[in-house]
C-alpha cells in the first residue's frame, strides 16, 4: 500500500510545492558541542597563526615595516613617476633616502649613548641619592640604602653586568644588519612594483562588487596612513622642539638629543611619553642639586605634551584617525611582544590598517573614541 498522499485532486499550484520540513525552515541546530569545537578550531588557528609570527619574526617584522613605509611613501613614489622616472628606479631611490635617514639619525644617537652608558654607574648612583630619603619616608615599601646599594640598581651591579650588556648588544648587530638589508630590498621592490600588486590583489577577486570592496579598502588604508603620518610627523615634531627648549632652559646638558629623543619616541603611544618623561626626570636629577628643580623639566614637558595632546592632536587628525585607545594599548603590548621595539612602532600603523578595513567593510560601526599620541 502506498503511504504517498494522492495529489491527484489538488490544484496544480499546490501540488507542485514541496512538501514543507518540520520546524520554522531554519534547518537543524547546532548543539554545544558543535559550537564548542568551530571555537576550538578558531582558537588552534589564532595559537598557530600567532606562533608562526613570533618564529619569523626575522623575516616578516622587515617586511611587514617596508610594506607600511612604502603605503606612506605611496604618494611620493607617485610623483616621482609623474616626473618620468620608472617605478622600480623611484623605490630604490626613496628606499636609499628612508635608509640614509635612518643611518643618519642612529648614527646622531651613538655617540651620546655612548657617553651615557660610560657615566650610567655614576648617574643611577646620584638619582638614587638624591630620591632616596623621600622614599624612606614611605613605610610600607621597605626600601633602605643598604637595600639600593647591595641590590641590582646600585653602580657595582650595573659595572658587574656592563659585560653581559655589551656581548648581547654585540649579538644582534648582525641580524639587525640583515634585517636592514631585507627591509632597504623589501622596500624598494614594494614601491617599484605597487601598482601591478595592488591590480593583482583586485583581480584576484571574481565579481565586480567585492573588487569595488577591495579598490576602497585600498584606498582608505593609504590614505589613513598617508594623513597619519603627515600629521603625526608635524605634531611629534613640535613635541621634540618644545622638548629642546625645556632642556635648554632647564639646564639639561646636550638638548638636541633630548629633543630627538622625544620626537622618535612620541611614535609609541603611551609607553613613548612614559619613557622620555621618566629619562628627562633622572636627567634632571643628576644635573640639579634641588629635587624640586631637577624634576621640573620633566614635570614641564609632561604638561606641554598633555596640552598638545588634548587640544592640538584632535583638531590635526580629525576623527577619521580616531581610534580607541583601548585598542591601541593593546596592540602595542602585544606587537612589542612579538617584534621589540620595532614591533612598538608598528602597533598604530597596523591598528589604522585594521580599522580602515573595518571601516569600509562595516561602515555602520564608524564609532571611534580619541586617538592617542
Not at 606562533?51 to 623575516?59: E, P, Q
Request: glycine share 10%; aromatic share 8%; charged share 15%.
Amino acid at each position: 500500500m502506498n503511504d504517498r498522499p494522492d495529489i491527484r485532486h489538488l490544484p496544480k499550484a499546490v501540488a507542485l510545492q514541496p512538501p514543507r520540513r518540520k520546524g520554522r525552515g531554519r534547518g537543524p541546530r547546532r548543539s554545544a558541542l558543535d559550537l564548542a569545537e568551530s571555537w576550538a578550531v578558531i582558537g588552534i588557528f589564532a595559537i598557530l597563526t600567532t606562533g608562526g609570527i613570533y618564529l619569523a619574526a626575522a623575516v616578516l617584522m622587515p617586511v611587514t615595516l617596508a610594506v607600511v613605509v612604502g603605503l606612506i611613501l605611496g604618494a611620493a613614489a607617485d610623483r616621482l613617476g609623474r616626473l618620468g622616472i620608472p617605478p622600480m628606479l623611484a623605490g630604490l631611490i626613496l628606499a636609499t633616502i628612508v635608509v640614509t635617514v635612518l643611518f643618519v639619525g642612529a648614527n646622531a644617537l651613538v655617540r651620546p649613548l655612548g657617553h651615557f652608558a660610560e657615566e650610567a654607574p655614576r648617574v643611577i648612583e646620584s638619582a638614587v641619592e638624591r630620591v632616596l630619603p623621600y622614599i624612606e619616608r614611605v613605610k610600607w615599601l621597605h626600601i633602605s640604602e643598604a637595600s639600593l646599594r647591595g641590590g641590582p640598581v646600585s653602580a657595582e651591579a650595573v659595572l658587574q653586568n656592563t659585560g653581559a650588556i655589551l656581548t648581547a648588544i654585540a649579538a644582534g648587530v648582525t641580524p639587525a644588519l640583515l634585517q636592514g638589508l631585507i627591509f632597504f630590498v623589501a622596500l624598494a621592490l614594494f614601491l617599484g612594483s605597487r601598482h601591478s600588486l595592488r591590480r593583482g590583489l583586485i583581480i584576484a577577486f571574481r565579481d565586480r562588487r567585492r573588487r569595488l570592496a577591495a579598490i576602497h579598502v585600498l584606498n582608505a588604508i593609504e590614505a589613513s596612513l598617508g594623513s597619519y603620518f603627515a600629521a603625526a610627523t608635524l605634531l611629534y615634531g613640535l613635541v621634540g622642539g618644545a622638548m629642546t627648549v625645556i632642556a635648554l632652559l632647564g639646564g639639561l646638558q646636550m638638548p638636541l638629543l633630548w629633543g630627538l629623543l622625544a620626537f622618535i619616541s612620541s611614535y609609541v603611544p603611551f609607553l613613548g611619553i612614559t619613557v622620555t618623561t621618566f629619562s628627562v626626570a633622572v636627567g634632571g636629577l643628576v644635573t640639579h642639586d634641588s629635587v624640586l628643580v631637577g624634576l621640573a623639566p620633566a614635570m614641564v614637558f609632561f604638561v606641554v605634551h598633555g596640552l598638545i595632546e588634548n587640544f592640538l592632536t584632535p583638531a590635526v587628525m580629525g576623527r577619521r584617525l580616531e581610534i580607541n585607545p583601548f585598542v591601541v594599548f593593546v596592540a602595542i603590548v602585544f606587537w612589542t611582544w612579538m617584534w621589540g621595539a620595532v614591533g612598538a612602532v608598528l602597533a598604530l600603523p597596523l591598528s589604522l590598517i585594521g580599522m580602515a578595513i573595518l571601516d569600509e567593510l562595516v561602515p555602520e560601526h564608524n564609532v571611534h573614541p580619541k586617538l592617542p599620541g
